[in-house]
T-cell receptor
Framework: AQSVTQPDIHITVSEGASLELRCNYS??????LFWYVQSPGQGLQLLLK??????LVQGIKGFEAEFKRSQSSFNLRKPSVHWSDAAEYFC??????????FGPGTRLSVLP | DAGITQSPRHKVTETGTPVTLRCHQT?????MYWYRQDPGHGLRLIHY???????DKGEVSDGYSVSRSKTEDFLLTLESATSSQTSVYFC??????????FGPGTRLTVT
């Protein structure tokens, strides 16, 4: 069955530290891949997306993600976390753009 | 931000009553989606629409129906609300087979 996993339910990092959030997918083909961020009480905002081409994609707010076909992964990274990055992060995939599947989310806490 | 509004933003209703949530867009996008968000589950697709009067079921469609009579409006109906349908409901729109833009959400409590 098609699925998206985010192994870390909750991650805590210190402000200024680097960040990596993991996302793995299980699909028969390479899907389109997305990362979204959700601040408390808000809707989801697109951070970045991967359709094809360069496997390292840049997004908004200083985030980047790397697609690794061999590992079926699309991990999100940021070199230096800011307190305002505290939020919940969702990985999402779609094969044909009609049925999007979201991971369960990773909640990020940032220590001052 | 994409022009998406959801109404109501909060609703408390009793078990067994019908409830309709509205999603309205001003972007003229073809695709519209309804999701529910519950702790530990992320977002799960309820129904989606790929055009006026064209809809299809998602992962968790039981107990829900939808209608889209105009490009800009996508309605989600709970025919007889149950406590298991207490959730936060998000509408999303998309111009095609790419990223989605999300509304602010509707918090529904069924007592």
């Amino acid at each position: 069955a098609q699925s998206v996993t985010q192994p870390d339910i909750h991650i805590t990092v210190s402000e200024g530290a680097s960040l990596e959030l993991r996302c793995n997918y299980s699909y028969g083909a390479t899907p389109y891949l997305f990362w979204y961020v959700q601040s408390p009480g808000q809707g989801l905002q697109l951070l970045l997306k991967y359709f094809s081409g360069d496997t390292l994609v840049q997004g908004i707010k200083g985030f980047e993600a790397e697609f690794k076909r061999s590992q079926s992964s699309f991990n999100l990274r940021k070199p230096s976390v800011h307190w305002s990055d505290a939020a919940e992060y969702f990985c999402a995939v779609t094969l044909y753009g009609q049925n999007f599947v979201f991971g369960p989310g990773t909640r990020l806490s940032v220590l001052p | 931000d994409a022009g998406i509004t959801q109404s109501p933003r909060h609703k408390v209703t009793e078990t067994g009553t019908p409830v309709t949530l509205r999603c309205h867009q001003t972007e003229n996008h073809r695709y519209m989606y309804w999701y529910r968000q519950d702790p530990g589950h992320g977002l799960r697709l309820i129904h989606y629409s790929y055009g006026v009067k064209d809809t299809d079921k998602g992962e968790v469609s039981d107990g829900y129906s939808v209608s889209r009579s105009k490009t800009e409006d996508f309605l989600l109906t709970l025919e007889s609300a149950t406590s298991s349908q207490t959730s936060v409901y998000f509408c999303a729109i998309s111009p095609g087979m790419n990223e989605q833009y999300f509304g602010p959400g509707t918090r529904l409590t069924v007592t």
